[in-house]
């Protein structure tokens, strides 16, 4: 823009440009006479977007970019020279003819420019109020003409409205690739592409190799995101033709959300939670361990309920029996009876999956199943055929080759058809069926009992083998490789003799309490900051190795409402760790104190349950571990001077590699009172078994009541089965606490008590997880009718302890426990 001009002209144009660096900062629009440079900044035209220059966290490199105008925090949803940054505070952005974006240097080098192959009279680059930032002629508003848009070269993010695919005119695919880390915006390992080879399906690669699929679109949802549910928030739009095939999502609601890479390859949905003034996940990829692509080979089947998690499909046996009993699946099944496609194949049906790869696909719409059974049949590379729409019911979904990629979905699976040899089809099987039915009636009893008996054979079988191979301690190391290679223990590490010094020599007077496996002392480090000092007590089962990871996994959780860990000290027996110290003490100190629960008003109770909430939010979904906390109760959660909760003792939490969401485990630890069925009778724990604690806590809360222990005279239920009387007799606001008097919203009560109930369920699969937790309790709107709570009586925890010897490691009363099978 400063070519020189002589004269007059150079007069105007100074005086325009004075003008227009005023405008800066309003406009949407950049003409080829302005620019912007500095801190200077365009916004769309409904505020909701800003470009401008930006430093990753704690990076020094400049780079252009866009983010959320009203968000505080920034967050860049696109990155222009993410390859290339600035090393200073100069860069210029302007727009030149015939219609490029070009970013300078100081030295005045293009460091980064736009690429179109049209040209425009009047170029222009103007930030729409989508965030797409487009190059287009001043006169001309259709995005058909647009020279050049960045939702055509999106980086980590997909904001509503952007076509992730192939257009196959221009052949241009859009995909969305992670930032290095988050200090570095420039192409990471992962990608995540629409695959239109065969009938389309999402997938997440890391380099070449494919890491995780979505599953095909079914009309309703991906076939392998089964919480990816209608919602009121946003849907997604699903394009298939010849010219283009791609996935978008719109906005139905204000709320602001956005799917993003990871630079660890976990794509997240986010949404604003504006009254918390924070981003919550909404929905992350991959879910567990079964997500990971293709781990149980050909024919296999994933089903992270049973163990090992790999099955053949009924009529499939491993390929190298050898190979898959030692856990290496990925060689996969094949058939127990091969095809004869010239003397006819059948159909066997199996339900409840996910849909496998269909990379090798072909699809036709409008066509019923009988027909697609018909053409499948008729050819004979065709091996599977589904329902491609379950919404309408129509359409056919063909597979070519081997299948591959199947989960058991629980609930929410779908149905496919597998080519089989004649004898083990569906069809072969409906021969003598009247028969069938008689024998079968007769049987029924027999093979009930039978069934029975063996099922319970089976568990212990597997409780047994568990333990054999180990899979008892927990091993974070694998789930940590990546990070542990990069940097080891960043925690400082303390000396004893300070830490003796600071607690007095562990001195009585300084002990605050007892937690799951040990005292926690008071302390005064020299430099006059007050610590809280966890023991590992010598009797404690964890190894060394464990507690280091342990160690590690809470160094590397930073969350507000998670306590911190500021160091550990490991000298000869010690094992002991430095946690910042809290004030307030627990909440059990607060809800269960007939003084002091006085002082805690409904707003900050609320306040307290939604941190909770968010701290638990954080644990089960943070991109690279997951953790299941296993022992949230009131005494583990503490309270800082200004009464946050921050969740603490992670003595017993379980961590997962980033994909499992559960496991079983013959040594139950965890709380009476907090635990949830399936755990505490059959070790089976998952998220859920969290979301149950919660549930206990959160009505706790509510009605300053222990949930053990709770007695009322009318009745012979413990707190939770107390409560959900009062709300299915409609009387939810008399298990309030009395201390609260009126001064309560009674509304945000009742939800919170209904969000409760719908997280202590019998059934794990019915309490929902915590993001929808946040969900409803920060928003309006309808909430499901929330069945019987799992334990409503106190009785039916007993017998738990039955077969089992019980170790008890507490002085207050609750009482973490271990329970070791007697196996
Ligand atoms: C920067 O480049 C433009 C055109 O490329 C040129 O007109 C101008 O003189 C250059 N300025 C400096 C300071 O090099
Ligand atoms: C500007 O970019 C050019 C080309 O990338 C580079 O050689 C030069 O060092 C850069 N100048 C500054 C000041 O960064
Ligand atoms: C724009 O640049 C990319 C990569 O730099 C290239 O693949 C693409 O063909 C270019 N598009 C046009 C229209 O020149
Ligand atoms: C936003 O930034 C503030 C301070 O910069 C930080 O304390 C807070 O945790 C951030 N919030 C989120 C959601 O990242
Ligand atoms: C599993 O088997 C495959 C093929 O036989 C082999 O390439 C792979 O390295 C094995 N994986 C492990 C972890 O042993
Ligand atoms: C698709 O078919 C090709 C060619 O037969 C094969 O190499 C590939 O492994 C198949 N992919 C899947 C996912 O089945
Ligand atoms: C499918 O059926 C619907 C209604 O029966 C019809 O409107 C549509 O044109 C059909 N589509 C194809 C591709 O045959
Ligand atoms: C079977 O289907 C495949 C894939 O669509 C196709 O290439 C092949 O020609 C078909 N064979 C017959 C006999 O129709």
Partial sequence: ????????????????????????????????????????????????????????????????????????????????????????????????????????????????????????????????????????????????????????????????????????????????????????????????????????????????????????????????????????????????????????????????????????????????????????????????????????????????????????????????????????????????????????????????????????????????????????????????????????????????????????ISGAGQDIHVRMASSDSDSNGKKGKKLVISLALSLAMVLLSLGLVLLLQRRNKKRAKQKKEGMEGFNLSMAYTDERHKKDLELPLFELSRIIKATDNFSFNNKLGEGGFGPVYKGLLEEGQEVAVKRLSEHSTQGLEEFKNEAICIAKLQHRNLVKLLGCCIEGKEKILIYEYMPNKSLDFFIFDQTKRKSLDWLTRFHIIQGIARGLLYLHQDSRLRIIHRDLKASNILLDADMNPKISDFGTARSFGGNETGANTSRVVGTHGYMSPEYAVDGLFSVKSDVFSFGVLLIEIVSGKRNRGFLHHGHQFNLLGHAWKLYKEERALELVDLHLGNSYNSSEVLRSIHVGLLCVQQCPEDRPDMSSVIFMLGNEGHLPEATQPGFFMERNIVKADNSSSTQASSSKGEITMTQLEAR
């Avoid at 109020?129 to 939702?151: C, H």
């Fill in 1 to 408: 823009m400063k070519k020189s001009i002589n004269g007059i002209l150079l007069l105007f144009l100074v005086s325009v440009l004075c003008l227009t660096e005023k405008i800066a900062g309003l406009t949407d629009t950049l003409t080829t006479t302005q620019s912007i440079k500095g801190d200077e900044t365009i916004i769309s035209a409904g505020g909701s977007f800003v470009l401008g220059f930006f430093s990753p966290s704690s990076s020094t490199n400049r780079y252009v970019g866009i983010w959320y105008n009203k968000i505080p925090n920034q967050t860049v949803v696109w990155v222009a020279n993410r390859e290339v940054p600035l090393i200073s505070k100069s860069g210029v952005l302007e727009v030149i003819k015939p219609g490029l974006l070009v970013l300078r240097n100081d030295t005045n080098n293009t460091i980064w420019k736009s690429n179109s192959s049209t040209s425009a009279p009047n170029p222009v680059v103007q930030l729409l109020e989508t965030g797409n930032l487009v190059v287009k002629d001043a006169n001309q508003d259709d995005p058909g003409m647009f020279l050049w848009q960045s939702f055509d070269y999106p980086t980590d993010t997909s904001l509503p409205g952007m076509k992730l695919g192939h257009n196959f005119v221009t052949g241009l695919e859009v995909y969305l690739s992670s930032w290095k880390s988050p200090e570095d915006p420039s192409p990471g390992e992962y990608t995540h592409h629409c695959d239109s080879t065969g009938y389309p399906q999402n997938i997440v690669k890391k380099g070449s190799i494919l890491r995780f699929r979505t599953g095909p679109w079914n009309g309703l949802g991906f076939s392998g995101v089964p919480s990816l549910q209608k919602n009121s928030i946003f849907s997604y739009e699903v394009v298939i033709n010849s010219k283009e095939v791609y996935y978008s999502f719109k906005l139905l609601s204000s709320t602001i959300t956005r799917y993003t890479l990871s630079p660890s390859g976990v794509g997240q949905r986010w949404t604003w939670d504006n009254q918390a003034r924070s981003w919550i996940i909404y929905l992350s990829t991959p879910d567990d361990t079964c997500d990971s692509y293709g781990l149980c080979g050909a024919y296999g089947s994933c089903d992270t309920r049973i163990s090992p998690i790999c099955e053949c499909l009924d009529k499939f046996s491993p390929k190298f029996p050898d190979k898959w009993n030692k856990g290496n699946w990925s060689n996969g099944c094949i058939r127990n009876v091969a095809l004869d496609c010239q003397s006819g194949d059948g159909f066997k049906k199996y339900s409840g999956f996910k849909l496998p790869d269909t990379h090798n696909s072909s699809y036709n719409t409008n066509t019923s199943l009988k027909e697609c059974r018909r053409i499948c049949l008729k050819n004979c590379s065709c091996t599977a055929y589904s329902t491609l729409d379950i919404s309408s019911g129509s359409g056919c979904l063909f597979w070519f080759g081997d299948l591959i990629d199947m989960k058991v």
